[in-house]
């Protein structure tokens, strides 16, 4: 290095610094070198609106994903929906044309008609759906004989009565027997149902009979004043709440209410009587409604055979031909049935059935 160098060199020929004043130095010698260099107005315009540029390009993406996505959610939907209603379509023709009992068998056969659960307008187990299978079996012309597959405990009246009328009528006809077999239960209205037919069979271990009338409630008048409660009814009618279970019952309103439950044991009574006739045992434990086995049931006259349904259709045929006559369930009708009853749970709305049951205690 010359000597002009060395003169002209400030960390050898400058003044002394302290480490502290070094580090300044350097520090500034570094942001000077760092710092772009200065942008006119224009450029800087410039540069934001290209950055506001991006910024709406990226917001034009965004909503267009979005609206792709909204797009195929719709279309999912209608998909969904045209299946529903194809769904529904083809279980609704298959109910019409493809139903038990549209087509029979070209050999005999005993048409079934399945009384499944608690016998009720709004259950599988209606009298509109029993009748409609017990008519389609009787129209049949390769059906030997009508049989009611019975496993229930009994449910409404007025359903019971139903059922049990139309079972008479066509066994009044005469063209075909109708036969009830009992499979586990065939209790109360469910008994009362197999009554009308031409003969009744249970297995050994069956239940059968409970020939009686049920209402049940609860009493809370009690509970309520404990918990400072009061109860607001207001009835045009002074008998018009007398089963409210938080209010109490007057002697007389029980005596009343005793006797709506007397008659229609009675017409229970007389309807069994009308089906069974002589074959019922003279026993007053028959009435008063016990349930028996079927071994028990078939001693008392309330059944004729102890026997199964395959058993019943291989005496009659030779063997086991069988054929379902009754209607198939509409899915959709079943949920919109269920939701309704939630529905209506929920907002503590009252149902449309009769506090009276032809049912087996639980």
């Known amino acids: 290095m010359s000597d002009d160098d060395k003169r002209d060199d400030r960390w050898t020929n400058g003044p002394e610094l302290t480490p502290e004043q070094a580090r300044r130095e350097r520090e500034a010698q570094r942001g000077d070198a760092a710092a772009p260099p200065a942008e006119d107005a224009e450029t800087l315009r410039e540069r934001q609106r290209l950055a506001q540029l991006e910024m709406m390009g990226r917001w034009i993406d965004g909503v267009l994903v979005e609206q792709r996505r909204s797009r195929r959610w719709k279309l999912f939907f209608r998909f969904f929906f045209a299946l529903l209603i194809l769904a529904s379509l083809s279980i609704s023709l298959y109910g019409i044309l493809g139903a038990p009992g549209s087509g029979a068998p070209a050999q005999p056969h005993l048409g079934v ?51 049990f009328e139309a079972v008479m009528r066509l066994r009044d006809a005469g063209d075909k027997p109708v036969l009830a077999v009992i499979e586990d239960i065939g209790a109360s209205g469910a008994y009362y149902v197999a009554a009308a037919a031409d003969e009744v069979i249970a297995a050994p271990a069956s239940l059968v009979g409970s020939i009686g009338v049920i209402h049940a409630g609860f009493g809370f008048e009690e509970a309520i004043g404990r918990l400072g409660v009061e109860r607001r009814v207001f009835t045009a009618g002074e008998n018009k709440a007398f089963l409210d279970p938080f209010s109490d019952i007057a002697p007389g309103q029980r005596e009343f209410w005793q006797e709506v439950l007397s008659t229609t044991h009675r017409q229970f009574i007389d309807d069994v009587r009308e089906g069974r006739g002589d074959r019922l045992a003279d026993d007053e434990r028959l009435f008063s409604g016990l349930i028996w086995s079927g071994e028990q049931a078939l001693e008392l006259g309330l059944v004729d055979g102890l026997d199964s349904l395959d058993g019943v259709a291989r005496a009659r045929l030779g063997e086991a031909r069988l054929r379902d006559y009754t209607p198939r369930l509409d899915p959709l009708e079943r949920i919109s049935r269920q939701f309704g009853r939630v529905a ?16 087996l205690a639980p």
Request: hydrophobic share 35%; aromatic share 4%.
């Open 344 to 359: 209506m749970e929920w907002l503590g709305l009252p149902r449309g059935e009769s506090p009276v049951r032809y049912q």
């Open 113 to 163: 008609v399945e009384v499944k659960g608690v016998i009720d307008s709004d259950s599988p187990a209606s009298a509109e759906r029993i009748i409609e299978g017990l008519e389609r079996a009787w129209r049949a012309e390769e059906a030997e004989a009508v049989v009611l597959h019975i496993d229930s405990p009994g449910g409404s009246p007025v359903q019971s009565q139903r059922i």
